[in-house]
């Protein structure tokens, strides 16, 4: 069965400042997505990774992905209030062609 | 062009009763997928329809709860009786294609309360 961690569950830091989200994942997967959720609303595609070593960038987001390791980071870069958010990873799960397992989320607080 | 969407958007009922989720897929997406968030814990799989017709439906928890979708087009969830570890958020998404890269859209979700 594939098991999705992600971590930090919580992050809170102060705006300018860097940080990296983790995502393990258990077994081969052929794809992984990041996604953003704010509060009450639906879950907003960030990255779709299909390849090892694939690296994508997106304002102040990049996400890579290395599966040898089986790890997807994405990783912030001078942070803003406006990406206070929860982020979700979300792995293909293999011999599927869509079922995702998802990580548990990183709830991102940005402080001024 | 409008996007997944769900309804109701919150709901509290008491255990034993009924309630049926509905979603509207985006237009021309063959593929409905239903998740759900309990409190503090992963988002997980129920079930995907093709169409009309269940695709898998490992992730159901038990008999009481029953998906359609009728005629291809919005699905339906229905939990009947509600228990207390039934309440949660429940995702609906959907998606054109299957193949690698294929994002599935999500919609806002709803609330189940069951107290």
């Known amino acids: 069965e594939l098991k999705v961690e992600q971590n930090p569950l919580f992050l809170s830091m102060q705006e300018g400042k860097n940080y990296t989200i983790y995502c393990n994942y258990s077994?081969?997967?052929?794809?992984l997505y990041w996604y953003r959720q704010d509060p009450g609303k639906s879950l907003e595609s960030l990255f779709v990774?299909?390849?090892?070593?694939a690296v994508k960038q997106e304002g102040r987001l990049m996400a890579s992905l290395d599966t040898k390791a089986r790890l997807s980071t994405l990783h912030i870069t001078a942070a803003v209030h406006d990406l206070s958010a929860t982020y979700f990873c979300a792995v293909g799960d293999p011999g599927t062609a869509s079922k995702l397992t998802f990580g548990t989320g990183t709830r991102l607080q940005v402080t001024l | 062009e409008a996007g997944v969407t769900q309804f109701p958007s919150h709901s509290v009922i008491e255990k034993g009763q009924t309630v049926t989720l509905r979603c509207d897929p985006i237009?021309?997406?063959?593929?409905l997928y239903w998740y759900r968030r309990v409190m503090g814990k992963e988002i997980k799989f129920l079930l995907h329809f093709v169409k009309e017709s269940k695709q898998d439906e490992s992730g159901m928890p038990n008999n009481r709860f029953l998906a359609e979708r009728t005629g291809g087009t919005y699905s339906t969830l229905k939990v009947q009786p509600a228990e207390l570890e039934d309440s949660g958020v429940y995702f609906c998404?959907?998606?054109?294609?299957?193949?690698?890269?294929?994002?599935?859209?999500f919609g806002q979700g709803t609330r189940l309360t069951v107290v």
């Open positions: 990774l299909l390849s090892n070593g």
């Open positions: 998404a959907s998606s054109q294609g299957r193949g690698l890269g294929t994002e599935a859209f």
């Open positions: 077994t081969t997967s052929d794809r």
């Open positions: 237009s021309g997406h063959d593929n």
